[in-house]
C-alpha cells in the first residue's frame, strides 16, 4: 500500500518554530512530488510547501516564503517541514501529499488538491498570539 504517515503538529506560541515530518511507505519518495497543504477551518485547502521529484527544487505559498523549509531525507524516505515564526493565521490542519503527475509548480493553483494522488493524514498546528 502507498502511505504516508504525517507528525510533528502541536501547540506553540506565535514566533516559535515546528518541524513536521512526513514518513513515506510503499513507494520511493523519489518518483513523486511530495509536499504540505494546509486547511483552516472554513477555508479551502491550500499549499504550503513541495519538493520537486527531481533535483529537490523547493516551492513555497507566498504567505510562508522566508518562514518555512521543506527537505527530504531519501534514505529514510522522509520529507520535512520546518516551520519558523510561526504565526496565528498558520494555525491549520497540514496535510504531507504526493503525486507523479501534478509539476511542483502548480500546488499552489486554487483547486489543485483535488487533483493530488496520495494523502497522509492531517496533523494540527496551533499558534496562539
Known amino acids: 500500500d502507498v502511505q504516508l504517515q504525517a507528525s510533528g503538529g502541536g501547540t506553540v506560541q506565535a514566533g516559535g518554530s515546528l518541524r513536521l515530518s512526513c514518513a513515506a511507505s510503499?513507494?520511493?519518495?523519489?518518483?513523486?512530488?511530495i509536499g504540505w497543504f494546509r486547511q483552516a477551518p472554513g477555508k479551502e485547502r491550500e499549499g504550503v510547501a513541495v519538493i520537486s521529484s527531481s533535483g529537490g527544487r523547493t516551492f513555497y505559498g507566498d504567505s510562508v516564503k522566508g518562514r518555512f523549509t521543506i527537505s527530504r531525507d531519501n534514505a529514510k524516505n522522509t520529507v520535512y517541514l520546518q516551520m519558523n515564526n510561526l504565526k496565528p493565521e498558520d494555525t491549520a490542519v497540514y496535510f504531507c501529499?504526493?503525486?507523479?503527475?501534478?509539476?511542483?509548480?502548480?500546488?499552489?493553483?486554487?483547486?489543485?488538491?483535488?487533483?493530488?494522488?496520495?494523502w497522509g493524514q492531517g496533523t494540527q498546528v496551533t499558534v496562539s498570539s
Open positions: 510503499g513507494f520511493r519518495l523519489d518518483a513523486y512530488e
Open positions: 501529499a504526493a503525486d507523479q503527475s501534478l509539476h511542483a509548480s502548480s500546488w499552489f493553483s486554487k483547486g489543485v488538491h483535488r487533483y493530488i494522488e496520495v
